[in-house]
């Protein structure tokens, strides 16, 4: 069964300060991994996605990077915002064709 | 604006009681997800559909059903054998291919009277 792990659940800095978001995932053959935002009470907003083939994404301040044989990626903000602060989910897409989705991680960036 | 529209954003239900979640696209996407979220355990899958007339059960689909007669469209039944309907139900789709994104809608929030 395909499992994706998100730690720490919850994570909170100063703003200004750049982070890194971990997920790891155990599919070998997975198609491409997404990561998502969600904000109180609302729906998932992707913010990048990358194939399996793959090793980086980038979309203003965010990066996301891919490493198929760690079973690993991480999504880095650069310069982090209070507007920031929201739940980051990812999620990895395999032979399946079902996406498994961590649980996510909570961040608050403090003014 | 193309996307997709959960409706209602709020509902409740009475024991015993079904209840339908509605969710439309005008992304002409093919395939169409229904996930379930409980506070601290993510997104788990209740059913999927990757093309019209066909869906298939994801992993926790008991006391839910599902169909698929337009591509638009992919309405979700909570019935009255799921005793435990409370949660935060998310809408997805995405086109075919293993490297499309996936979209969501804004969810329906279902309470328990």
Known sequence: KQEVTQIPA?????????LVL?????DSA??????????????????????????????GRLNASLDKSSGRSTL???ASQPGDSATYLCAEYGANSKLTFGKGITLSVRP | ???ITQ??????????????????QNLNHDA??????????????IYYSQI????????IAEGYSVSREKKESFPLTVTSAQKNPTAFYLCASKATGSHEKLFFGSGTQLSVL
Do not use: H
């Not at chain 1, 971990?22 to 155990?26: E, G, M, R, W």
């Not at chain 1, 998932?44 to 083939?53: A, D, V």
């Not at chain 2, 019209?52 to 992993?59: A, C, L, P, S, T």
């Open chain 1, 10 to 18: 919850a994570l909170s800095v100063p703003e200004g300060e750049n």
């Open chain 1, 22 to 26: 971990n997920c790891s995932f155990t």
């Open chain 1, 30 to 59: 997975i198609y491409n991994l997404q990561w998502f935002r969600q904000d109180p009470g609302k729906g998932l907003t992707s913010l990048l996605l990358i194939q399996s083939s793959q090793r980086e994404q980038t979309s």
């Open chain 1, 76 to 78: 880095y903000i650069a």
């Open chain 2, 1 to 3: 604006d193309g996307g």
């Open chain 2, 7 to 24: 409706s209602p954003k709020y509902l409740f239900r009475k024991e015993g009681q079904n209840v339908t979640l509605s969710c439309e």
């Open chain 2, 32 to 45: 169409m997800y229904w996930y379930r979220q409980d506070p601290g355990q993510g997104l788990r899958l």
């Open chain 2, 52 to 59: 019209v007339n066909d869906f298939q059960k994801g992993d």
